[in-house]
Nanobody, 126 residues
């Protein structure tokens, strides 16, 4: 059974940093792509995705240069380092994974998800 558990969210002032973590289990990491998706209201958007095969990455334009996605050495963790946070970065962040039928850009842009975590709240104050 695939499980994804997020941690590390919270409230931060604009310009600050947060590091989100996603603990994964129940699947073979190298057989899936994984990413972070932001929910604002009823809308979802792919923030960043990383390949389980070669580590290729995709970033939403608005977060390029500020956010960094990475995998843990044991490949059962995925992180999202968020720097220079802005008010419009706020939302519920979900860790999500999908088998390799889409590349990381297709997965993120198309919000093509196989399994979701429950999500974690990120709030940014002015």
């Amino acid at each position: 059974q695939v499980q994804l558990v997020e941690s590390g969210g919270g409230l931060v002032q604009a310009g600050g940093s947060l590091r989100l973590s996603c603990a994964t289990s129940g699947y073979t990491f190298d057989h899936y792509n994984i990413g972070w998706f932001r929910q604002v209201g009823k809308e979802y958007e792919g923030v960043s995705c990383i390949s389980g095969v070669d580590g290729a990455t995709y970033y939403l334009d608005s977060v390029k240069g500020r956010f960094t996605i990475s995998r843990g050495d044991a490949k059962d963790m995925v992180f999202l380092q968020m720097n220079s946070l802005r008010l419009d970065d706020a939302g519920t962040y979900h860790c999500a994974t999908r088998a390799l039928d889409y590349n990381v850009k297709e997965m993120c842009v198309g919000v093509r998800i196989g399994y979701w975590g429950q999500g974690i709240q990120v709030n940014v104050s002015s």
